[in-house]
């Protein structure tokens, strides 16, 4: 079952004061809780922060500072994601991922780093609170995936270590609607998994709609 809107706890890195509003009145606006939006403005502070809150989905923008007050780092997100992905940044284990640009990544440098969705800017709020929604459901797709893995292991007389995936296999569709858990994992690239999903959004980075009602561009 899917956690409510209310009940999702979401980690965001964005440097610009102005954009880290937005991006939480956005999500707030669409049914999140604000207390449980946390926007921070570097890679030390998401790593630092991400430890305590365990967060359900992260959010990276690309081009951000690696500590508070010095000048960005380009990239900075795409080598972010790529530690999420490897099990390099405790509390991000079971997170879903999404990568936000402006344009200084492509979706396919994104989903070889990681990521589970990509989401190009200018976006609507619509289409952000559907990819949040998603990433949601992507991130407990893998927590289900950790806990049967684990428990396969201890059944087989040991534990077997849960492998981060290192930028090449992913959770499987959440589109497979065949009711068999084992189906909803079956490690396809992330290349592959993310276009998949974004497609199920309308074509590659696309929402719902732009024209949907209530829609605005940020």
Wanted: proline share 5%; glycine share 10%.
């Amino acid at each position: 079952m899917t956690k409510a809107l209310i009940d999702t706890v979401i980690l965001a890195v964005e440097d610009d004061p102005t954009q880290q509003h937005i991006l939480k009145s956005a999500l707030a606006i669409r049914g999140y809780d604000p207390q449980k939006i946390t926007v921070v403005g570097s890679d030390a502070e998401f790593r630092a922060t991400a430890a305590n809150l365990n967060p359900d989905v992260v959010l990276l923008d690309n081009d951000f500072p690696v500590t508070q007050g010095v000048s960005k780092t380009t990239n900075a997100g795409l080598a972010l994601m790529r530690d999420i992905d490897n099990g390099q940044v405790p509390g991000t284990e079971k997170s879903g991922r999404l990568m936000i640009s402006g344009g200084s990544v492509t979706f396919q440098e994104a989903a070889h780093a990681g990521a589970d969705l990509f989401l190009s800017k200018p976006y609507t709020i619509d289409k952000l609170k559907s990819f949040v929604e998603s990433a949601t459901v992507m991130g407990e797709a893998r927590t289900n995936a950790r806990t049967q893995q684990a428990a396969q292991g201890s059944s087989q007389g040991g534990a077997t270590p849960v492998q981060p995936t290192g930028g090449t296999t992913g959770i499987g569709s959440v589109t497979n609607n065949s009711g068999d858990p084992k189906s909803r994992y079956q490690q396809p690239r992330h290349s592959d998994y993310l276009t998949d999903i974004t497609r199920g959004h309308s074509r590659r980075d696309r929402g719902p709609e732009d024209g949907s009602s209530g829609s605005r561009r940020y």
